[in-house]
């Protein structure tokens, strides 16, 4: 064979190695892509079951005895409906806060806020009752007003920046939202299942291309020896 044939079939193996890396690449970042979007949906849709479900604990007679004061504190629903709350995020470890707003003269409050025990080294962050929302971004605004719950975000505000749940509790006579529910989810702890299938798919990708020339090597130094073998044979005859 002449070195020029060798050199063109050479040149030919090696277009094809690199359109299949490219392909394989081109696919694992799109199955990367597609997983994280179907992730975050049904990261979405359980929040927003979590959240139906914590909005259940809390009857509309509840809200009526809340004031929405420091009163709260030695008021028996109060203290009930926080220790729920609590103990829902402590089994629920993507959980960051759990919250009722309330509104009033156009602007949102908090009849009370709860964060599970294992923040409880960090310090007191949570809202005390009556405590103003000043962060307000429209989605609690739009609950109130539509009385449909919404999974919203990522949002930010000054304890920092969530994916929210927030089911509203409508008064069964007037049909009007009487308050919100909010189940927030930190925005990290939100991407790690995320970037895990995202690197999952990704490094599987290279593992074949890995692979893939790992076997074309191989071939190639069988190839070798089996022309050297056939070589040999014919200088020996």
Known sequence: MSPKLSSSIFKLEWYWHA??????????????????????????RELSLLGKIISMTVSEEMIANLKGTSDDFNNPDYNIIKEKFTAIGD?????????IFGRKNGELFFYLDSEPHRFSSQGMTTSNPGEIYNDNTGSVENVFKTGKAATVG???DEWGTFISSLIPIIDSETGKTIAV?????????WLVDINFRNILSISIGFVIILIYFIIVYINK???RKILRQNKDKLISQ
């Open 19 to 44: 359109i299949f890396s490219i392909f394989i690449v081109g696919l694992s970042l799109t199955i990367s892509f597609f997983s994280g979007i179907n992730i975050d949906t049904q990261e979405r």
């Open 91 to 99: 089994i629920n470890e993507h959980v960051r806060y759990i919250y």
């Open 154 to 156: 990522p949002e930010t």
């Open 181 to 189: 529910v909010g189940v927030d989810v930190d925005i990290n702890e």
């Open 221 to 223: 130094k069988i190839e």
